[in-house]
């Protein structure tokens, strides 16, 4: 018996040690790429394309979900040939990621406009056609992509449109120069460096031990609640930001502070969700709603929302009147802040 513990506990740790070294190196590898313009140059020659359109990726429907099909370099120079254009629309893509077999994957908008390209914006219709696909907004698509494909053509978009919006330099007025893999731009007058941001929002679920704080925005979608957000200003802790908000938006005052998990989301602009969970004190409860934020708040039990949780589609249950309200999908770090409130009740606190 002790033999075969001994053994099985070598074979976990031999693929433990595997995996860590294929992240190190994967990662290394990304980091060269991004460094090393004549590196990155090198990897285009093999590696994989996933194509936009005005920062609308490539999509092609598979039953219930959508696909992001890639491309690689050989094909695309014929589809830019096939169209009157040059291969110099490459110089525009950004690398997102690689594999573990060190294939690295670039996203490249083809109807951008660009200060760094002589190419007319090539038209969406006969790209469609060409590419036997389409070209959809990631608002519309993102929750009907696997989980690889959701973080890959949110970073890709991001960094396009980042990109498409730094193009000249905020001191001198002079264009900006990408490096190779669109880790940065350079100002070629200053050598000033500017590198892609992201804007942290914190993402919090309030509790009073026994419900749960759920609101809406006017922007939401019909019937969707979900849980207070808010962008973080500049001098502030994530702590402070919390209280902030949930003192701002609903009027209440943090008791406790949980940290839970973070994502990326493309949207409107590239921000860095921070979920957190945060309780108030049994006794004050009472809100005091900011209308100019938000459009309702409400407390729900840990059974109203559990059930909610339970429906397949609970925003088609909602709009048929099945359920009074519905929460953000699944791949929504929204969703799953809630779904760990109603599954762990109680969580490490942090100091607030």
């Known amino acids: 018996m002790s033999l075969y513990c001994g053994t099985a506990c070598r074979r976990k740790f031999f693929w433990c040690c595997r995996l860590l070294s294929t992240y190190v190196t994967k990662t290394r590898y990304l980091c060269e790429l991004k460094e090393d313009d004549d590196a990155c140059k090198k990897a285009q020659q093999t590696g994989?394309?996933?194509?936009?359109?005005?920062?609308?990726?490539?999509?092609?429907?598979?039953?219930?979900?959508?696909?992001?099909?890639?491309?690689?370099?050989?094909?695309?120079?014929?589809?830019?040939?096939?169209?009157?254009?040059?291969?110099?629309?490459?110089?525009?893509?950004?690398?997102?990621?690689?594999?573990?077999?060190?294939?690295?994957?670039?996203?490249?908008?083809?109807?951008?406009?660009?200060?760094?390209?002589?190419?007319?914006?090539?038209?969406?219709?006969?790209?469609?056609?060409?590419?036997?696909?389409?070209?959809?907004?990631?608002?519309?698509?993102?929750?009907?992509?696997?989980?690889?494909?959701?973080?890959?053509?949110?970073?890709?978009?991001?960094?396009?449109?980042?990109?498409?919006?730094?193009?000249?330099?905020?001191?001198?007025?002079?264009?900006?120069?990408?490096n190779v893999s669109g880790s940065k731009r350079v100002c070629p007058s200053n050598n000033i460096i500017y590198y892609p941001q992201v804007a942290p929002v914190v993402i919090t679920l309030v509790s009073d031990g026994t419900r749960c704080l759920l609101v809406r925005q006017s922007s939401f979608p019909k019937g969707m609640y979900s849980a207070l957000a808010g962008f973080c200003d500049i001098g502030e802790s994530l702590e402070e930001t919390v209280r902030r908000e949930i003192a701002e938006e609903v009027g209440l005052e943090v008791d406790r502070l949980h940290y839970s998990a973070s994502q990326h989301w493309p949207f409107p602009n590239s921000t860095l969700m921070i979920a957190c969970h945060a309780t108030v004190?049994?006794?004050?409860?009472?809100?005091?709603?900011?209308?100019?934020?938000?459009?309702?708040?409400?407390?729900?039990?840990?059974?109203?929302?559990?059930?909610?949780?339970?429906?397949?589609?609970?925003?088609?249950?909602?709009?048929?009147?099945?359920?009074?309200?519905?929460?953000?999908?699944?791949?929504?770090?929204?969703?799953?802040?809630?779904?760990?409130?109603?599954?762990?009740?109680?969580?490490?606190?942090?100091?607030?």
């Open 48 to 178: 994989a394309y996933y194509l936009f359109h005005n920062l609308a990726p490539l999509l092609q429907k598979s039953e219930h979900q959508y696909l992001a099909p890639q491309h690689s370099l050989l094909e695309l120079e014929r589809l830019l040939s096939k169209f009157g254009q040059d291969s110099q629309i490459l110089e525009d893509s950004v690398l997102i990621g690689c594999s573990e077999e060190q294939e690295a994957w670039f996203a490249l908008d083809l109807g951008l406009n660009r200060s760094s390209s002589k190419n007319a914006s090539l038209q969406k219709a006969e790209m469609e056609t060409a590419l036997q696909g389409s070209f959809i907004k990631l608002t519309k698509a993102l929750f009907e992509l696997n989980v690889k494909d959701a973080s890959l053509l949110s970073t890709a978009q991001a960094l396009l449109r980042w990109h498409n919006a730094h193009q000249f330099c905020s001191r001198s007025g002079q264009p900006t120069k990408k």
């Open 281 to 352: 004190k049994p006794g004050q409860t009472e809100l005091q709603v900011n209308l100019r934020e938000l459009e309702a708040a409400a407390w729900f039990s840990r059974d109203e929302v559990a059930t909610v949780l339970r429906r397949n589609n609970p925003s088609n249950q909602q709009q048929s009147g099945a359920v009074p309200f519905w929460l953000p999908p699944k791949l929504a770090i929204a969703h799953q802040l809630i779904k760990e409130w109603v599954e762990k009740p109680t969580c490490s606190p942090l100091p607030a």
